[in-house]
């Protein structure tokens, strides 16, 4: 097999993150993948390359993801110094006295004793009953700044932060964000507050990358499809796939996808990215189906405080 390598950036703190991370979270999975898929997928991408592997706590996979990171180290494949690991705080541990234990039961789940990369999954905060709370995401930055003081994670931020919630927190702290991730694909381009962090510094990791490409069975759901000529155009020209193109695009804007995918052949496919680029224009032409539609939008919390979208 090919193996191919994300090449890293550095972060606003000096630490450096790869490019390309592998997705874990379940949002996607068909009926028939189960757990251990998850466990399988995490050895075959570094296997193939991949040294970046995003999960959280609320995936309920980090035991997993753990697993198959210490598969790949038992295999001699790499050590635990080369894998970037990015974990997140569910919204029901907000209070500043959470979010360290938090982190170390994630810890305890990961079988790691630190992670690359704690996020604040949302700004919302609720109760453990997933009923709304009002805990100020000012006061659980707080309790990351202590996991990070205590070396539990070497880097934090946020995800699905909005600009006035990113200028509010920037204003506010003693350690600045180094990440902020939310969903940016070709139907939700975000050049507003991709341009916003990437001037206060803050680095974009790109959540369901493939938007509406494939596996989102909506009625509206606007273009591209896989099968859209535009996009099948780039990837005849480069010999590469639909989905590659639109990887290739968000590494274009200077941002982190984080493909999902539990198949060794995808999962593969995604990462072999790294030796061809997109023009300016095309890059444009991408941009261009953008409708402002989100894949994840969690409706149910719209009336809740802190609600970003
Ligand atoms: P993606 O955009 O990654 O799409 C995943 C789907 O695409 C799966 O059905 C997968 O199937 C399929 N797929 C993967 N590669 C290919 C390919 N090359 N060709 C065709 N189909 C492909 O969606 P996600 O919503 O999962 O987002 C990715 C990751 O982002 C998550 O796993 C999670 O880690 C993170 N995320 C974070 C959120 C947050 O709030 N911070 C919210 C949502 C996601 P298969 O596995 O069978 O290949």
Redesign the pocket.
Known sequence: AVVAQAPCIELNDGNKIPVL?L???R????ET?TLEDVRNAVLWAIEAGYRHI???AV?DDEEQVGQGIADAIAKGIVTREQIFVTT?LWNDKHARDQVVPALRESLKRLGLDYVDLY?I??PVSTKSDGSPDNIDYLDTWKGMEEARQLGLTRSIGV??FNLSQIDRLVANCQVRPAVN???V?PTLTQEPLVSHCHSLGIAVMS?????F???RKRDDAPPPK?DDPTLGAMAAKYGK?P??IVLRYLIERGLIP??????KK??A??INIFDFQLTEDEVATISRFNKNTR??SIDAWKDYPNYPF
């Open positions: 991370a997705g874990t979270g949002g996607t999975a068909k993948e995003d999960t959280a995936y997140k996020l999954h949302f995800s699905n991730e939310f969903e694909n959540y369901s990358p493939f938007g490409l494939v596996s896989y796939t989905g590659q984080i493909p999902k995918s539990t198949n995808r999962l496919e995604n894949v994840i």
